[in-house]
């Protein structure tokens, strides 16, 4: 056990993906500035802060989406500033959609069989992984249904088993409990929180569910309006008063 | 549920080959007994279906909508004459041809391989640049590459002969090798479609952004089908050109352009079987109504459609397709497989 905590350790120091000093400004409104986060080999960290933080431009830019007007970029150690996304996930960063974005007229298996397949694995080896995760995060008894006609937390599920079927070594999950019930939550909460051991990936979790992503996280990264205000574990977090005033100031004063 | 090898492959071809069956179904009778009019007909349609394929490839996998493909039957059709019209016909008519190709005198197989693989070579060039575009933007662009093409080719006439027909270029001679390419075009399309690159470009069809999310180079991908539905289009010029024995410019331009595309939607623009049906079921609906333009004799008396119905009809009926079958007829689905095959597949 101690070595398995010093080897991550020495893996922490050259594997990461991470962005320093990262700002984003769009016609001259920064939408973040000097953001600075790294996430290691097989941890979960939340990325948390009001409607208009910044998070989702953030992962744009560690996905290669959005290309940052100052900072840096980087994927274990590489300079990843510029990639294409289509490069930064080849590279083993995966991200899932807020808004779903499925292939929705392929099959449930194919669309986590063209990721596999996107990744380099022959359609018999992509069928048969996309297979596995698919019965991981329940939905083996749908394969061969049209992804556009899932209901909706099914299709979170499928975007999730998506982002993993390339064997990603980073998984950015763009608020994955939106609109699910209490029950659902926990079955998504079981899936994420498996996610290290049996994918072997860091997770990266967007979330406004404070339940979700106060139990699942093993550090927390808060932003509001553009900036880095705390990070720490969730117990820092939540005895930080800059966190307690800007994000839950109202619900604290009640 | 364990699978066999070949139990997996079978079912693999049996969209092409169920298809195909059906094709030769109704080619082996008109063989044997029809009319030449009718044997005429349906020839045509399976040359359309060769064409529609073509289409099929790019627009139905990609989603983008390419309305210049016909460019490259035109170029698959003057390359089938260049290299298969009689040679005393080329040293008169096109005097602008190399000496070498002036001489020669393909078979039209070797003509329909040829002119496929001019195409795609004009594809890649062409293709590098228009599937760059977005969506609406390459659609027009296709479309000013077909306008380019038949100025070209109406013009250069040392070369093309110009808008004056060519002549002199030997048909097959049966309704067979027509066939025959109607049935291969099907099977290259359901390859590719089933392949992983069809797969990666069907997805980047349905989104494009989680596409590239995905890792898949969507740019290659569309290239790809962009090159392939060009051959198969050039394939299809030629297939065209030995069928008629003749050759105008104007063949390859705006209406069969409409035509092909009235198919495609009609048939739904994304399914195979969409294609065959499209093609059946327009061209079966165009010679009615050519038909009826010509006159029905009953009782002694003639009766005649106007002039110019059969297009209005056309469009009336590609409108009421779309308004109540926006997917096309097939709605966009592929032939149901039998059932055990099918549940067998799903469990794999």
Redesign the interface.
């Given at each position: 056990m101690d070595a398995k905590i010093a080897e991550a350790g020495a893996a922490r120091a050259a594997e990461a993906l991470s962005v320093a000093g990262v700002t984003v400004r769009f016609d001259g409104l920064a939408a973040i500035s000097g953001v600075t986060l790294s996430l290691a080999p097989r941890e979960i960290v939340g990325l948390i802060g009001p409607n208009g933080a910044g998070k989702t431009t953030l992962v744009n830019v560690l996905?290669g989406?959005q290309r940052p007007s100052e900072g840096r970029l980087e994927i274990d150690g590489q300079d990843a500033l510029g990639w294409?996304?289509?490069k930064v996930?080849?590279a083993g960063v995966?991200?899932s959609?807020q808004a779903g974005?499925?292939?929705?007229?392929?099959t449930v298996l194919?669309?986590a069989?063209?990721?596999a397949?996107?990744?380099g694995m022959?359609?018999r080896a992509?069928?048969a992984r996309a297979?596995g995760i698919l019965e991981q995060v329940g939905l083996g008894g749908q394969?061969?249904q049209l992804a556009g006609s899932l209901p909706y937390t099914d299709q979170r599920r499928l975007d999730i088993a998506?982002a993993l079927a390339?064997g990603p070594k980073y998984v950015l999950l763009d608020e994955p409990a939106a609109g699910m019930s209490d029950a659902e939550c926990e079955d998504l909460m079981r899936i994420i929180r498996g996610l290290p051991d049996r994918f072997g990936c860091a997770v990266l979790l967007i979330e406004h569910n404070m339940h979700v992503v106060m139990s699942l996280s093993d550090r927390l990264h808060v932003l509001d309006g553009g900036r880095t205000i705390v990070t720490g574990t969730p117990a820092e977090v939540q005895a930080n008063q800059a966190f307690l005033s800007a994000y839950l100031g109202a619900e604290v004063a009640e | 549920m364990a699978l066999s090898p070949l139990k997996g492959a079978a079912r693999e071809a049996l969209l092409p080959a169920v298809l195909t069956a059906g094709l030769g179904l109704v080619t082996l009778p008109v063989w044997l007994f029809a009319s030449p009019t009718v044997e005429t007909f349906w020839s045509e349609i399976l040359v359309r279906i060769v064409l529609v394929t073509g289409f099929y490839i790019f627009i139905g996998n990609s989603g983008v909508f390419a309305f210049g493909h016909v460019a490259f039957a035109c170029i698959g059709g003057y390359a089938a004459a260049w290299l298969s019209m009689n040679p005393m016909f080329k040293q008169i008519m096109l005097t602008g041809l190399p000496g070498p190709v002036q001489a020669m005198q393909l078979s039209p197989w070797a003509g329909v391989a040829a002119a496929a693989a001019m195409a795609a070579l004009v594809a890649l060039v062409v293709g590098a640049a228009i599937v760059r575009l977005s969506d609406i933007a390459a659609s027009i662009a296709t479309f000013a590459f077909l306008v380019v093409v038949n100025r070209i080719y109406s013009n250069w006439d040392s070369v093309t002969g110009g808008v004056a027909p060519l002549t002199n270029i030997p048909q097959f001679g049966s309704i067979w090798p027509t066939f025959f390419f109607a049935a291969a075009a099907l099977c290259v399309a359901y390859l590719f479609q089933r392949s992983r690159w069809g797969l990666m470009l069907r997805a980047s069809r349905d989104d494009d952004v989680a596409a590239l999310a995905t890792g898949i180079s969507v740019y290659r991908m569309r290239l790809a089908a962009f090159v392939l539905s060009a051959a198969v289009m050039g394939a299809g010029g030629a297939v065209y050109t030995y069928f008629l024995g003749i050759l105008t410019v104007d063949v390859f331009y705006m209406g069969l352009t409409f035509l092909m595309l009235v198919m495609l939607v009609v048939g739904g623009a994304e399914s195979l079987t969409g294609v065959v049906a499209g093609v059946v079921a327009v061209s079966t609906v165009a010679q009615l109504l050519r038909m009826a333009e010509q006159g029905v004799e009953i009782g002694g008396a003639t009766f005649a459609l106007p002039l110019g119905l059969q297009e209005i009809s056309l469009g009336i009926f590609m409108v009421l397709v779309l308004v109540y079958r926006s997917d096309g007829i097939t709605r966009g689905r592929e032939l149901p497989l039998p059932g055990f095959l099918k549940s067998a597949a799903d469990a794999r």
């Open positions: 996905t989406f294409s996304p289509a996930r080849r995966a991200r959609f974005r499925l292939f929705g007229k392929l194919e669309n069989q063209v990721a397949i996107a990744a022959s359609q992509a069928r297979a394969l061969g998506r390339s | -």
